[in-house]
């Protein structure tokens, strides 16, 4: 069960959302479009990647509390929700979010790496990859 503060927190930025862009247009855009591209719209994903790309060239990297960083990922759904499993981690750092991101972290721009295909977390659990 999440802390009643940070439900708190998350309602207090729904009803006044910071300068960067809104957490649950983040979260609906990179989950949501992520899993249309897996399985009914391909092609969907890029430019919503293209524009999270250009937001960080032009603005900078994300604040954790922008993207709602969490240091524990949700529980699996279309793919495992970690930060070491999302397309903008490379070598134990995230080219979008500042400061120090833990491998087992998620936050509301989380993308599934090229190549890494919805569903196959069951297959990673048996093999210990959790």
Do not use: H
Not at 6 to 22: E, F, H, K, V, Y
Not at 73 to 84: G, H, L, N, Q
Not at 105 to 119: E, L, N, Q, S, T
Request: charged share 20%.
């Amino acid at each position: 069960m999440l802390p009643v503060k940070w439900l708190a927190g998350l309602l207090w930025m729904r009803l006044n959302p910071p300068l960067t862009p809104d957490i649950f247009s983040l979260l609906t855009n990179s989950i949501g479009r992520a899993a249309l591209d897996a399985t009914a719209r391909p092609g969907l994903l890029q430019p919503w990647i293209d524009e999270l790309e250009g937001y960080v060239s032009r603005e900078g990297k994300f604040d954790k509390l922008a993207v709602a960083y969490l240091p524990l990922s949700p529980p699996p759904v279309f793919w495992d929700y970690k930060c070491r499993k999302c397309r903008f981690w490379t070598s134990g750092t995230c080219s979008l979010v500042n400061g120090e991101i833990r491998p087992t972290g998620w936050c509301a721009i989380w993308v599934p790496a090229p190549g890494y295909r919805a569903f196959t977390w069951p297959q990673e659990l048996r093999k210990g990859d959790w």
